[in-house]
Nanobody, 122 residues
Framework: VELVESGGGLVQAGGSLTLSCVGS????????MSWIRQAPGKERQFVAG????????LYDDSVAGRFIISRNNHKSVVYLQMNSLKPEDTGVYYC????????????????WGRGTQVTVSS
């Protein structure tokens, strides 16, 4: 599965962005998908995950209530709608696929995109 992210950019605190991740290959719909971010000088951190059919989602406490993850398997796309952005949301956002239920375990992801930069100014 090849994954390509888009939608990142520079936004002021309080603003919104929507990230997209397009997957290639027929196996996309069989994978759970997550958004994972990496802030400067820090390790990759789980942000939000969605199961293969979109019926279950999981959010890190740092983004719960502000971010929404969704997917469209017909289009092989997963989205991350980010609202009320904060400077601490700054980082490179990756989408990644997994068949494991432990979304927080970064080593469990099979495929990764190259990432898209999100910068939130104060």
């Amino acid at each position: 599965v090849e994954l390509v992210e888009s939608g990142g950019g520079l936004v002021q605190a309080g603003g919104s962005l929507t990230l997209s991740c397009v997957g290639s290959g027929s196996a996309f719909s069989s994978y759970d998908m997550s958004w994972i971010r990496q802030a400067p000088g820090k390790e990759r951190q789980f942000v939000a995950g969605i199961n293969w059919n979109g019926g279950q989602t999981l959010y890190d406490d740092s983004v719960a209530g502000r971010f929404i993850i969704s997917r469209n398997n017909h289009k092989s796309v997963v989205y991350l709608q980010m609202n009320s952005l904060k400077p601490e949301d700054t980082g490179v956002y990756y989408c990644a696929s997994t068949r494991e239920s432990s979304y927080y375990l970064i080593d469990s992801y099979d495929y990764w995109g190259r990432g898209t930069q999100v910068t939130v100014s104060s």
